[in-house]
């Protein structure tokens, strides 16, 4: 097996959009975005010595205080579909190779977090608390809408219904006044119930970058002008991703944000998507270690939409400089 370095966008993405349940984080797009907040960024591919692709792998490094820093590839590395059963030793493979080929920066560590769900284990790597969230909900497009409808919680049926009634009203954001009012609608949330969330400047850029690479759209919800709520999607290969939500305070007996949901899964089964995915919810057991008592809510709401609660292998760490990084991990908590 090979480590190579891809220098072109659509080898890249012809690899990584074709894969069962692609990964937003580990398109080209995302990599260039990374790039405009200053990360450098590189990607590889691991290949059989035909030269035909086995996984595919997206890092940015992040620096820290100290000097040292590491390369992160969120939901990477990318496992071929069919090779999901060896993913193990296919990005053993490939962390080996990337250590043996050595990088510019100075890194500490390489963080990892695949979508597989069989564990990945690895003389040296160490689980580690995870930044994506570690388990989702998928709900699969591939049936018709009179399934999804049974799929779904009775209450969740209800309050479709209700905000049909009501008159709430769902379309694509075109403007850039659609996107303050997006983003004005996010610091309300996070304010009134008390969560950390991107700040509106990366949100923006977030938006502005992807959309122009037809990944991102944002979605709002309305009653005769006024917005109820909004989320961001990301649409890559099969996959339409629901990335960040917000809600009006005011209004709430309206249901906006299940009428905001319906319209998203609705249109992302009629283009074609395969999965529509609620992007984190709690893992089953609270003993978890990223089981977070905040999210109990959003868990029950996105539970009611039916689907697969999916827990991947979660966040491993691959130390370079091992006595450092086990100081730095005690320091870390």
């Given at each position: 097996m090979?480590?190579?370095?891809?220098?072109?966008?659509?080898?890249?993405?012809?690899f990584?959009?074709?894969q069962?349940?692609a990964?937003?984080?580990?398109?080209?797009?995302w990599?260039?975005?990374?790039?405009?907040?200053?990360?450098?960024?590189?990607?590889?591919?691991?290949?059989?010595?035909?030269?035909?692709?086995?996984?595919?792998?997206?890092?940015?490094?992040?620096?820290?205080?100290?000097?040292?820093?590491?390369?992160?590839?969120?939901?990477?590395?990318?496992?071929?579909t069919?090779?999901?059963?060896?993913?193990?030793?296919?990005?053993?493979?490939?962390?080996?190779?990337?250590r043996?080929?050595?990088?510019?920066?100075?890194?500490?560590?390489?963080?990892?977090?695949?979508?597989?769900?069989?564990?990945?284990?690895?003389?040296?790597?160490?689980?580690?608390?995870?930044?994506?969230?570690?388990?989702?909900?998928?709900?699969?497009l591939?049936?018709?809408?009179?399934?999804?409808?049974?799929?779904?919680?009775?209450?969740?049926?209800?309050?479709?219904?209700?905000?049909?009634?009501?008159?709430?009203?769902?379309?694509?954001?075109?403007?850039?006044?659609?996107?303050?009012?997006?983003?004005?609608?996010?610091?309300?949330?996070?304010?009134?119930?008390?969560?950390?969330?991107?700040?509106?400047?990366?949100?923006?850029?977030?938006?502005?970058?992807?959309?122009?690479?037809?990944?991102?759209?944002?979605?709002?919800?309305?009653?005769?002008?006024?917005?109820?709520?909004?989320?961001?999607?990301?649409?890559y290969?099969?996959?339409?991703?629901?990335?960040?939500?917000?809600?009006?305070?005011?209004?709430?007996?309206?249901?906006?944000?299940?009428?905001?949901?319906?319209?998203?899964?609705?249109?992302?089964?009629?283009?074609?998507f395969?999965?529509?995915?609620?992007?984190?919810?709690?893992?089953?057991?609270?003993?978890?270690?990223d089981?977070k008592?905040?999210?109990?809510?959003?868990?029950?709401?996105?539970?009611g939409?039916?689907?697969?609660?999916?827990?991947?292998?979660?966040?491993a760490?691959?130390?370079?400089?091992?006595?450092?990084?086990?100081?730095?991990?005690?320091?870390?908590?």
């Amino acid at each position: 097996m090979n480590l190579i370095h891809i220098p072109h966008a659509d080898e890249w993405d012809t690899f990584c959009s074709a894969q069962r349940h692609a990964q937003f984080t580990q398109s080209w797009a995302w990599g260039e975005f990374w790039k405009t907040l200053g990360r450098p960024v590189i990607r590889v591919a691991l290949t059989d010595d035909q030269g035909a692709w086995l996984l595919a792998a997206q890092f940015s490094f992040f620096s820290r205080r100290w000097f040292w820093g590491y390369w992160y590839a969120p939901r990477g590395p990318v496992v071929r579909t069919d090779l999901q059963d060896a993913s193990g030793e296919l990005i053993e493979e490939c962390l080996r190779q990337l250590r043996a080929q050595g990088l510019p920066a100075k890194a500490l560590f390489w963080r990892i977090e695949p979508a597989v769900t069989s564990p990945v284990s690895s003389d040296g790597l160490m689980r580690a608390k995870s930044y994506m969230p570690s388990t989702t909900l998928l709900l699969d497009l591939n049936v018709s809408e009179d399934l999804l409808r049974k799929g779904m919680h009775e209450k969740t049926r209800y309050n479709i219904r209700v905000a049909e009634r009501k008159g709430v009203t769902v379309r694509v954001a075109q403007t850039q006044d659609d996107l303050q009012r997006f983003l004005a609608l996010s610091e309300e949330t996070a304010t009134r119930d008390r969560f950390l969330s991107q700040p509106s400047s990366y949100m923006r850029a977030t938006y502005e970058h992807l959309h122009a690479s037809g990944v991102a759209q944002i979605r709002l919800a309305e009653r005769e002008g006024v917005l109820l709520a909004a989320s961001m999607e990301m649409r890559y290969g099969d996959t339409t991703t629901y990335l960040y939500g917000a809600s009006s305070s005011t209004h709430r007996n309206l249901m906006a944000p299940y009428a905001l949901h319906w319209d998203a899964i609705r249109e992302a089964k009629q283009e074609g998507f395969r999965t529509y995915d609620f992007h984190g919810i709690n893992p089953e057991s609270p003993e978890d270690l990223d089981y977070k008592d905040s999210w109990k809510g959003i868990t029950r709401f996105k539970l009611g939409w039916g689907g697969e609660r999916i827990t991947y292998a979660g966040t491993a760490e691959y130390p370079l400089i091992p006595w450092v990084y086990h100081l730095l991990r005690r320091f870390r908590g």
